[in-house]
């Protein structure tokens, strides 16, 4: 239930999102509409605003759709291979009606333009080239310097892991996960610093007021965005190593409410400045706008709607990856290598979420088996996980009529299983191959002084296997 629950909160913020980016798409303050160019003049054309009035009536359908389908969540039980599924189909069916409602209503105004005679005339490049402000193209950005702040950030978390944190592999997925940051952060900083340039008026000194405080103002949010995942990561590493350290003294940490509390409000004050950011680029954007009084009505680039019709970017003209965006911030050109490569990634990652879902199918609906032989006892748990027990390596067995109280440190915790390493509360850390449900539970001590404990859906089968471990256990001498 708690596992539907997250799953559901976490789409809801995508809904929310995906509704934001769509009603930025017809704001009052800007000079497109469902990226469309037009004027303010046009704006109060009656075919125009009934046009807008039937977009908002469908978004609202579509949004309470996706409100709705949430709640399916609920119905895949605890499941988390139906999860995975229920959650690629929420966002297959989200990604593809967003795409078909703004497309729809963009080519609807994209008809509209040409039946009004509204289109200005249209060329392959998508507008004119101020080249007294593209000299002095690299003074717009900020300096590439501030990226070595969350370089440093990187730097620490391997440090920091070398130093601490090496009993823990696992937490090596982070300072790993700050490189990928890194390099993705580069690079679009790379291709937003050095992209086209939007010409704004006739003036030159305009156009390079208004073109610097746009690529300094996104340049910097996508440096600020770099820390804050950088860091973000940092401090998430941190308390998985508390939480794992916790859990090999103590067994529990589900008392420790500072710990979660600490863990909660991080992850809310990360979404908050990350929206802070965003919001923070386009307000000095609009803001520059507005001190230099530059007005649609006084200069109209030459017409690129051709290329916004399906709510996205395509221009085969248009050497550049990213674009600015009609809506906000920065796009990209889908036409390009890159933008091929975009969405070659986004399918992977579907395709990626289904495999797992795939994947996951054992550990829900598999089952723990145990096979003996001369030397001991294979332990089999949903085909990933095995066991030996040996009887030359036992030292006592014990059997329990109820489970302890289980940690995971690492594995798979499932509706009906507990696979993998995890601590028991009580008796220490060690191996899982645990049905939950079992009636009997058999906890092993081997002479190295390692953990197994197993438990089997067939109580008797269980006791048969106590028994015959039981024979081998080594007595005091």
């Not at 999860?83 to 593809?96: P, T």
């Not at 008392?255 to 863990?263: I, M, N, P």
């Not at 289904?354 to 032989?373: Q, V, Y």
């Amino acid at each position: 239930m708690l596992l539907a629950v997250a799953n559901m909160l976490c789409i809801w913020f995508c809904g929310g999102c995906l509704l934001l980016a769509n009603w930025m798409a017809i704001r009052k303050k800007s000079e497109y509409l469902l990226y469309m160019a037009i004027s303010a003049e046009q704006r109060e054309d009656a075919d125009v605003v009934q046009l807008v009035k039937e977009y908002k009536t469908a978004l609202w359908k579509f949004i309470a759709v996706l409100f709705v389908s949430s709640f399916g969540f609920f119905l895949c039980g605890e499941y988390v291979s139906i999860q995975l599924w229920y959650m690629c189909a929420w966002f297959v069916v989200a990604i593809m009606g967003d795409y078909k409602l703004v497309k729809k209503y963009a080519g609807k105004m994209y008809d509209l333009k040409k039946e009004k005679g509204w289109c200005l005339p249209s060329r392959q490049v998508s507008c004119n080239v101020d080249t007294a402000v593209s000299r002095m193209k690299k003074t717009l950005p900020v300096s590439e310097f501030w990226m070595f702040i969350p370089v440093w950030i990187c730097i620490a978390s391997f440090l920091w892991w070398f130093l601490r944190g090496t009993e823990y592999t696992i937490l090596l997925l982070f300072p790993v996960m700050d490189i990928v940051v890194l390099v993705l952060a580069f690079y679009i900083f790379h291709h937003a610093s050095h992209g086209k340039l939007k010409v704004y008026s006739e003036d030159s000194d305009v156009n390079y007021a208004l073109n610097r405080a746009a690529k300094r103002a996104w340049t910097g949010a996508v440096v600020w965005e770099s820390v804050l995942l950088c860091a973000y990561q940092f401090f998430l590493m941190l308390w998985m190593y508390s939480y794992m350290k916790d859990i090999a003294e103590d067994g529990v940490v589900s008392g420790r409410w500072g710990l979660w509390g600490v863990f909660i409000g991080l992850n809310l004050l990360e979404i908050v400045s990350f929206v802070c950011v965003f919001f923070g680029a386009l307000s000095r954007v609009k803001r520059a706008r507005k001190e230099l009084a530059v007005g649609w009505e006084e200069f109209l680039p030459e017409d690129a709607d051709i290329y916004w019709k399906n709510g996205y970017y395509y221009n085969p003209y248009d050497t550049n990856t990213f674009v600015e965006n009609r809506s906000s911030g920065f796009t990209t050109n889908m036409a390009t290598a890159w933008g091929k490569i975009t969405k070659w990634v986004l399918l992977g990652s579907l395709i990626f979420c289904i495999g797992s879902g795939i994947a996951m199918l054992p550990l829900d609906f598999g089952t723990i088996t145990a096979r003996k032989n001369d030397s001991g006892i294979e332990l089999k748990g949903c085909l990933y996980y095995k066991e030996t027990i040996a009887f030359d390596e036992i030292k006592t067995v014990t059997l329990l009529d109820q489970s302890p109280g289980l940690s995971r440190i690492f594995g798979s915790g499932m509706k009906k299983v507990a696979l993998g390493s995890y601590h028991f509360k009580g008796y220490g850390s060690g191996r899982s191959m645990v049905y939950r449900e079992a009636e009997y539970f058999v906890l092993v001590e081997k002479t190295n002084g390692k953990l197994v404990m197993f438990s089997l859906e067939d109580a008797k089968e269980l006791l048969e296997c106590y028994n015959i471990l039981k024979k081998h256990e080594r007595t005091e001498e």
